[in-house]
């Protein structure tokens, strides 16, 4: 196995680990509710969108490279892409930076709007045992 695609393979593993270690942060930690059912949900979702994103940057790329090709410069294209050899340790796991970002964002997000729906229903609840009360006297 190459080295450089070794080096991909655990930078990408330890990106992922990182990345559900931050999301479930995220979350509220250990004082954090439903983290799987949340995270699965928004996880599928995501992917779905960054599979289209990802699809459209391809398509971006193999338009230009046609065009390149078009315009009699198949060497220049060649020679960027053996170039970018070297990134391959660097863009393979950004895709999954920006996934477990977006994550983050989203379910501190969902976590921030379960707590509120959580207070609001204690405190609705504690305005209808202070009319009960009220109404009792």
Known sequence: MDSEVCWS????????????IYVYFRNG?????????RFFALHV??????IVGSMLVVAQAALLAALLTFLHAPGALFIALMGMGGMLLLVTPAPFVLLFWRMGRHMHDVAKASALNANDVHAIDADAMGEVANGAR
């Open 9 to 20: 393979c655990w930078l990408t593993v330890l990106t992922q680990i990182a990345g559900m």
């Open 29 to 37: 930690g250990a004082n954090g509710r439903e983290f799987l059912p």
């Open 45 to 50: 979702a995501l992917c779905v969108r960054f």
